[in-house]
């Protein structure tokens, strides 16, 4: 189980991280396991949607 700290994070204990497949751009978030998904969508609207648009396609690592 590999397990990596986050150094100087403020508290936060995951980083999310949004890429555009097209143009490359990424941009990661800092935010707690104890965030709510309405608080994941507000974070995806304030830095990414803004900018980059809606995407075609949701690429996650994660299980649902």
Same mark, same amino acid.
């Given at each position: #189980? $590999?397990? *990596?700290i $986050?150094?100087?994070?403020? %508290? /936060?204990? *995951?980083? =999310?991280?949004? *890429? #555009?497949?097209?143009? +490359?751009?990424?941009?990661? $978030?800092?935010?707690? +396991?104890?965030?709510? *998904? +309405? #608080? $994941?969508?507000d &974070? /995806? /609207?304030?830095?990414y949607?803004? /900018? =980059?648009? &809606?995407p #075609?396609? =949701?690429?996650?690592?994660? %299980? &649902?």
């Open positions: #189980d $590999l397990k *990596i $986050l150094v100087n994070s403020e %508290g /936060y204990d *995951i980083v =999310i991280v949004f *890429i #555009d497949r097209f143009s +490359k751009k990424a941009v990661s $978030l800092p935010y707690n +396991k104890t965030t709510t *998904i +309405k #608080d $994941l969508a &974070l /995806y /609207y304030v830095y949607y803004r /900018y =980059i648009g &809606l #075609d396609s =949701i690429v996650s690592d994660r %299980g &649902l």
